[in-house]
């Protein structure tokens, strides 16, 4: 996509402090991170949504997230890490370009849990409905 930042920056066309890079996906430092060594890691193919990709590229991306996960945490010496992606708008994702962050993460930091992300307090009566509903989804 000519007007994506992510494209831009795997062409050259835009620097970045780029850390790791595979035949896949690349990863580089977040210009505007949450915590010292927030990372990106990207697919070097063009996906909006994580949900756009198939299964062996969604594993391919992930492979190299988990490279990138050891290194960041070795390399800063970390006691954990936040690992997620925004999967579309109304998911907080700003960049359309599949992303995956790796936020450093230490004790007491004061940062939450996957979980604090949004916390609707949804009915619980209908689980096995759900559970049916989302099995028939799966291919």
């Known amino acids: 996509m000519d007007n994506c930042i992510f494209c831009?920056?795997?062409?050259?066309?835009?620097?970045?402090?780029?850390?790791?890079?595979?035949?896949f996906a690349i990863a580089f430092l977040d210009i505007s991170p949450c915590t010292e060594g927030h990372t990106v890691v990207i697919p070097k193919q063009h996906f909006e949504k994580f949900t756009d990709m198939d299964e062996?590229?969604?594993?391919?991306?992930?492979?190299s997230v988990n490279k990138v996960a050891k290194a960041v945490e070795k390399?800063?010496?970390?006691?954990?890490?936040?690992?997620?992606?925004?999967?579309g708008k109304a998911a907080g994702q700003e960049v359309p370009h599949v992303h995956v962050h790796i936020i450093p993460r230490k004790e007491g930091d004061n940062g939450g849990a996957i979980q604090s992300i949004v916390k609707t307090y949804p009915k619980t009566d209908n689980l096995e409905?759900?559970?049916?509903?989302?099995?028939?989804?799966?291919k």
């Open 75 to 87: 390399a800063l010496n970390l006691e954990g890490s936040n690992i997620g992606l925004n999967n």
């Open 8 to 23: 831009k920056i795997i062409k050259g066309d835009i620097p970045a402090k780029i850390v790791y890079e595979d035949d």
């Open 129 to 138: 409905e759900l559970k049916e509903k989302i099995k028939e989804s799966v």
């Open 56 to 63: 062996e590229d969604a594993g391919k991306l992930f492979a």
